[in-house]
């Protein structure tokens, strides 16, 4: 009876253990995250031009740069549309990039480039357009080149980076007959058509061709060898120089370099060991932005505007690159893919790579670069003309995404267009930026310190806009697959805000949507509670009247004292505590009128 009892009333527990633990999931607590914002410190203006994409691969709106790039362009010819597809597509000569127009128009010279152009004036944005410096374009559009019809042959026209004789008159009619394509001959009909690059219509960007040390894979029968380095910095240099020529205010972007093992030997090129030896060059970035210094000092004038690469992540999460996954996506690569911004900037954060295994003296990468320039051709800005971080339609493409645009404009990168399909959650990683409310409402122009407890589970960015420090802009994510996030948030600023409305897109849709608002803040502090997997965009609100330079929440004494004190300033000033109110950036008569407007309008300050 003993045994019988003891063996059952085992049996029974054993079954009650299996029974709760079946039924009842561990409750796991959420991640409890400290967010600190100060609007007055890393004060930096964020560049419009991170807001890019090439061609049509992204529908959001209100996007400020569109790129025309790519390996397409390598063997295109603007006199006649025509282009080579290289090693993507059997090598074929056609109308691919034209096809869209009329048969008719198709041999219009540039007309791609022009209705390229066309488009992005209409929706105001800025375009970059690639040049053509690998040495020759396809001069017809019969379908597949052979071996035996690689460069120089009938196939194709050679490339003429300045043309000896006077340019065709009228602009845009250039000679067909001949067997040479010239690029300052189509820079000049670009600023014949809309103007130089400095004006409000004008091109503003020319890449100096894509990807060069990978010509002899992707376009072997325009450029049969790997190019050297010596070899590229002559290119870049001549075809620099020409459009200069012709626009000196054009922005020119090079090297167009495609992914790390570019930047750092030049994909091991014949000549890298010789012309590093006696420098101190960690990398091709560093000779090639010495190479380009030296030639702009011996003009007296800029010849690289632009560092330009491209970046497509090497992580890893379960044994695959996250950037070619396809779905269904397993949890370990997302959760790599919402990591791997991490590797732009992260001090000691090493990601599951060749390249976080073997090469961490170039990581993180944005402080590398910068560390290259600033030695070797200060004023150089930092572009990155494609990037992907692959799930452009599942959520962790979206957070990685939004990541590295928040990640772009608080490290200063002048310039980014996303290369991909065109997939919703990419998308609404723009429009969180862009177009959050669906009215084009947008992240701020100028940077504000935002910082946080845990850079593993979330992200935080903060902006505000020059003209209107009343608004701060928080981009939030929360990167931890099951757990909310219990976000305390403290706020350093000279005005008290009073309230907080909230746009979020999460793993059950990419439609943004506006969320609870932030339900009380007091003393510029508030607290909130972010679900798993979301990306939200925080809009503050201070009720701050104009005319309050003292930040009290009303217009009196103390800001006449101030207003006294910045009188006629000579310098001017700018932001939320200067008298400046009209923002003509004078303090005078006219900004006294509106303080005496206001005198004595307020609010209560929490």
């Known amino acids: ?4 009892y003891s063996v059952k009333s085992m049996l029974i527990t054993l079954s009650a253990i299996a029974f709760f633990g079946w039924c009842v999931s561990p409750v796991q607590a959420d991640v409890s995250v400290t967010y600190t914002i100060d609007t007055k410190q890393d004060i930096s203006p964020i560049s419009p031009y991170i807001y890019g994409y090439n061609f049509d ?10 790129r025309m790039g790519g390996n397409r362009l390598t063997g295109y010819s603007w006199e006649t549309n025509f282009s080579n597809a290289g090693s993507d597509w059997q090598h074929s000569s056609d109308e691919y990039l034209s096809s869209y127009i009329p048969s008719a128009q198709r ?24 040049l053509q410096m ?9 379908g597949t080149v052979t071996e035996s019809q690689a460069a120089p042959s009938t196939r194709w026209k050679e490339v ?17 007959t001949d067997n040479a394509v010239y690029m300052d001959e189509l820079v000049n009909y670009l600023v014949t058509r809309y103007g130089s690059a400095s004006s409000t219509s004008g091109v503003r960007f020319y890449a100096l061709d894509n990807e060069p040390a990978l010509w002899s894979s992707t376009h072997p029968r325009i450029h049969l060898l790997k190019p050297t380095c010596v070899d590229l910095l002559n290119k870049s240099i001549a075809l620099a120089s020409a459009v200069k020529d012709v626009d000196p205010d054009a922005h020119i972007c090079g090297p167009v370099l495609y992914g790390f093992s570019a930047f750092n030997t030049f994909q091991d090129a014949a000549d890298w060991s010789t012309v590093k030896s006696g420098h101190s060059y960690s990398w091709f970035i560093d000779y090639y932005l010495d190479t380009m210094k030296q030639a702009s000092t011996a003009q007296n004038r800029r010849l690289l505007d632009v560092l330009d690469l491209h970046w497509y992540p090497e992580a890893q999460g379960d044994g695959s690159r996250i950037c070619d996954t396809q779905p269904p996506y397993s949890q370990a690569n997302a959760e790599a893919r919402m990591q791997a911004p991490r590797t732009l900037w992260d001090q000691g954060y090493y990601e599951n790579s060749w390249i976080g295994t073997w090469f961490k003296w170039a990581l993180p990468l944005l402080p590398k670069i910068t560390q290259s320039i600033n030695t070797y051709y200060p004023g150089t800005k930092l572009a990155f003309t494609e ?39 990419v998308n609404s990683a723009f429009s969180l930026f862009r177009n959050y409310d669906g009215a084009n409402s947008a992240f701020g122009d100028t940077r504000v310190r935002a910082a946080l407890t845990d850079k593993v589970n979330s992200s935080i960015f903060g902006s505000t806009f ?37 746009w979020a897109f999460d793993s059950a849709s990419s439609a943004i949507t506006e969320r609870a608002p932030v339900s009380a803040i007091t003393g510029n502090t508030f607290s909130y509670t972010i679900p798993p997997l979301t990306a939200c965009h925080f809009v503050i609100q201070s009720d701050r009247p104009v005319g309050d330079i003292s930040g009290n929440c009303e217009v009196g004494i103390e800001d006449l004292d101030l207003f006294a004190e910045q009188w006629l300033y000579p310098s001017g000033c700018s932001g939320i505590d200067c008298g400046d109110f009209n923002n003509d950036t004078e303090i005078n008569l006219l900004d006294m009128a509106i303080l005496a407007q206001n005198w004595m309008v307020g609010v209560t300050c929490q």
């Open 107 to 130: 041999q219009t010279p540039a007309k791609v480039i022009t209705d390229f152009v066309d488009a992005n004036l209409a929706a105001g944005r800025a375009s970059l357009i690639t």
């Open 1 to 4: 009876m003993g045994e019988d």
């Open 466 to 502: 020059l003209a209107d420090r009343n608004k701060l802009h928080l981009i939030v994510l929360n990167k931890h697959y099951t757990q909310s996030i219990n976000g305390s948030f403290a706020i350093t600023a000279p005005q008290f805000f009073t309230s907080a409305r909230v």
């Open 387 to 425: 990037y992907n971080y692959g799930a452009g339609d599942h959520i962790s493409g979206g957070i990685a995404t939004a990541d590295v645009l928040g990640i772009y404009g608080k490290y200063g990168v002048y310039l980014s267009t996303y290369w991909g399909s065109n997939k919703p959650y």
């Open 57 to 66: 691969h992204v529908t959001a709106q209100n996007l400020t740069i569109r």
């Open 160 to 176: 003429v980076y300045q043309k000896a004789t006077p340019f065709c008159s009228p602009a845009g009619s250039p000679d067909k």
């Open 134 to 142: 690998a040495g020759y374009v396809t001069a017809d559009k019969n």
